[in-house]
């Protein structure tokens, strides 16, 4: 299996109980070619998290398999597969936990190895990516809401991973931040896999979405699609806002 | 509270004390306490050179006089301690209006107040001219272990992410009419101490996996280069430190 022609992510019947036995997924498939742009939708406890979590082996040891970029998600390869796969949390305090936006930045390549200048150009490209250029010696404390997800993102991309895992990106952002957020994402040359109960963010940046509910996939198709089928919404407690109907807005390209 | 915290202490300004590498400024407060507080209480003398170095520095950084005695402000608690001791300690007393004062007491407490305040001068000097991660980066390459100079950090970082939650829980008390004035009242405080505790622990598990995520496999990661100070600008900070340790051992000698 040659790397050009493995999907950047393949999850295979991929099953998880916590340890207190609450059985959060049941046999999840899912595939993912490179350069997509795929929303993970579903409601709360849904499992959503569970599976983004797996995704690096963070959580594991259930049945089924992962590989992300043709490499399996097991114990050796660890290292390898948390490069590849970047997880942006919810939380931007919960990300950016070193004193400098610079040392944030620099964290996730500094532990594959990646020193000097080489790393210097890392920061200075991820933070430009994020618009973020000139605020590499700030605290993180002293920055936006929106400042501090944007350098979120790129303590994520300065690990140049063959896929971007957003958790609930645009939850607590301003109209403006929330727009800001989505232009540099639209921007950004990277397989992409936002998990979300944001339904037109989902519509403007990714064209495919996947409904994970009760531990399993229910759907997955055109996000259009999917948010126009008005009975799978509801099944599923995925709710539009009041009066928007996804119909009504041009897809992205 | 909250917007500033830890980092409210640096004053900016281009001065050569601010310039100095932060490890070196660390190494010569550390040395310059050092000689201060094994110079021998009885040479009065020695402690107006050490004094008088400190006032220098101080000048040359250009920090405000007024800046520097609100800082010091936290040896209060010190200064009440060492007040007492002549009236509590025993021995051979002299009368100071109309007060029995013990001799032994009297040397003891000038030992404390004139050591604690050339101390606590000494790091507000510190503070005031070092941004906090720089410090760090200095412990670091002062080759502090690691695992110090990690925790140290997340403090920093998270001291002022922990008080804006107890700020917000505190609003939230106040919203719904809690607003104790009396010790028996205070209830709802230690439970919100509690939950405080509880979010933290669940914010550090977080921290963790974001961590993880990322690559971390127990080592925090060099991300600054060890070794940039230059031998002058070593030499140049050493001489404050240098200066007290042969007044320290000319007081030893005069006695």
């Known amino acids: ?253 | 509270m909250g917007a500033g915290g830890v980092h409210a202490l640096y004053r900016a300004a281009d001065t050569p004390v601010h310039r100095l590498p932060a490890e070196v400024k660390i190494a010569a407060t550390l040395a310059y306490v050092l000689a201060v507080v094994l110079t021998p209480p009885q040479a009065f003398w020695a402690f107006a050179v050490h004094g008088a170095v400190l006032l220098a520095l101080v000048a040359l950084a250009r920090i405000p006089p007024l800046l520097l005695l609100r800082r010091m402000s936290v040896e209060i608690p010190f200064v009440v301690f060492a007040l007492l001791i002549p009236l509590l300690a025993g021995g051979q007393t002299v009368e100071v209006l109309g007060f029995e004062l013990s001799q032994p007491g009297l040397v003891q407490a000038w030992n404390i107040l004139a050591k604690a305040t050339l101390g606590v001068g000494a790091s507000a000097l510190l503070a005031t001219t070092t941004e906090v991660p720089d410090l760090l980066v200095g412990l670091q390459r002062l080759r502090v272990p690691p695992v110090f100079v990690s925790i140290i950090s997340f403090m920093v970082r998270y001291a002022d992410v922990i008080v804006a939650e107890a700020h917000r829980m505190r609003v939230a008390r106040l919203s719904r009419g809690y607003n104790p004035r009396a010790i028996w009242e205070v209830k709802a405080l230690a439970s919100s101490v509690g939950v405080l505790f509880v979010r933290s622990y669940e914010r550090g598990e977080r921290v963790y996996l974001a961590m993880v995520s990322r690559g971390y496999d127990g080592a925090m990661p060099q991300l600054h280069p060890v070794g940039s100070a230059r031998a002058g600008q070593w030499a140049g900070a050493m001489a404050a430190p240098a200066i007290a340790v042969i007044v320290m051992g000319a007081a030893w000698a005069s006695l």
């Open chain 1, 1 to 253: 299996m040659g790397e050009s022609v493995a999907p950047a992510l393949l999850v295979e019947g991929v099953a998880y109980a916590y340890p207190d036995s609450h059985q959060a997924l049941y046999g999840v498939s899912l595939r993912i070619e490179r350069g997509e742009r795929v929303a993970l939708l579903g409601p709360n406890g849904a499992g959503k998290t569970t599976l983004v979590l797996h995704l690096n082996g963070v959580l594991g040891g259930g049945a089924g398999s992962i590989s992300v970029a043709g490499l399996t998600v097991a114990k050796p390869n660890l290292k390898e597969i948390r490069r590849r796969v970047g997880i942006v949390f919810q939380d931007p305090d919960d990300q950016l936990f070193m004193p400098t936006v610079h040392d944030d930045v620099a964290f996730g390549p500094a532990n594959m190895g990646v020193r000097g200048a080489e790393l210097e150009a890392r920061v200075a490209t991820a933070l430009e990516a994020v618009g973020m250029t000139g605020y590499a010696d700030r605290r993180p404390h002293h920055l936006s809401f929106g400042q501090r997800r944007r350098v979120a993102v790129a303590t994520v991309l300065a690990m140049e991973p063959e896929i971007l895992v957003l958790d609930e990106p645009s939850s607590n952002l301003d109209p403006a931040s929330r727009r800001e957020l989505a232009d540099i994402l639209s921007g950004l040359d990277v397989t992409l896999l936002m998990v979300t109960h944001d339904l037109p963010y989902a519509l403007q940046l990714c064209e495919r979405s996947v409904v994970l509910n009760d531990g399993v996939v229910v759907a997955d198709g055109g996000t259009a699609d999917l948010l126009a089928d008005a009975r799978l919404m509801a099944e599923n407690r995925l709710e539009l806002p009041y009066g928007f109907d996804p119909r009504s807005v041009r897809p992205p390209r």
